[in-house]
């Protein structure tokens, strides 16, 4: 059973940075480093907004993190992160990281990122 399991979350002033992880495991018929891996992100009393994805083609973003938010992988490891920097209060939600590109595959429970001052 493949299992997405995130971390790093946590309450930040605005203007700083926080790591997120993702450890994936469970993965059987197809290795973790073939699999397109992504993060999507949920605010309060709104929906599902995908953010980052990244695979052997390389890394995209959504154009309100672009520049502030940057994906990579250890496939040695089955990990996915998210660097954050210089966060927003707009940024405060609950992060996912998922299987597939652009984040529509299974999602792991989250992680609560909070900027606040």
């Known amino acids: 059973e493949v299992r997405l399991v995130e971390s790093g979350g946590g309450l930040v002033q605005p203007g700083g940075s926080l790591r997120l992880s993702c450890a994936a495991s469970?993965?059987?018929?197809?290795?973790?480093?073939?699999?397109?891996m992504s993060w999507v992100r949920q605010a309060p009393g709104k929906g599902l907004e995908w953010i980052s994805g990244i695979s052997e083609g390389g890394a995209i973003y959504a154009d309100s993190v672009k520049g502030r938010f940057t994906i990579s992988r250890d496939n040695a490891k089955n990990m996915v992160y998210l660097q954050l920097n210089n966060l927003k209060p707009g940024d405060t939600a609950i992060y996912h990281c998922?299987?597939?590109?652009?984040?529509?595959?299974?999602r792991g429970q989250g992680t609560q990122v909070t900027v606040s001052s």
């Open positions: 998922g299987i597939g590109l652009t984040g529509g595959g299974l």
């Open positions: 469970g993965f059987t018929f197809k290795p973790f480093s073939r699999h397109a």
